[in-house]
Nanobody, 115 residues
């Protein structure tokens, strides 16, 4: 059974940073990447970044200056780091295993940026 569990959300002051972690358990197909998304209040889900099994990373163009994605293979975690957070970064952040025969999603972690 594949499970993804996000952690690290909470209240962040404007201008601050965050580090979210996605714990992956279970066996996922080799062609599956782990991605981070977010859904801001009243908006569509937004892609942020992805990391492949080979360790290649891709960050959405609009996020590239402030967000990075990394992996700890020993811990089976994929982290998303963000800096210079603003109120627009408020939302529920999700990690997902995508690209394989089926997708797996975490429950999400709330990030609230206070001004």
């Amino acid at each position: 059974q594949v499970q993804l569990v996000e952690s690290g959300g909470g209240l962040v002051q404007a201008g601050g940073s965050l580090r979210l972690s996605c714990k992956v358990s279970g066996i996922i197909p080799s062609n599956t990447a782990i991605s981070w998304y977010r859904r801001a209040p009243g908006k569509e889900r937004e892609f942020l970044a992805t990391i492949t099994r080979a360790g290649d990373t891709f960050v959405a163009a609009a996020m590239k200056r402030r967000f990075t994605i990394s992996r700890d293979s020993a811990e089976n975690t994929v982290d998303l780091q963000g800096t210079s957070l603003q109120s627009d970064d408020t939302g529920v952040y999700y990690c997902a295993a995508v690209g394989g025969p089926r997708e797996y999603w975490g429950q999400g972690t709330q990030v609230t940026v206070s001004s």
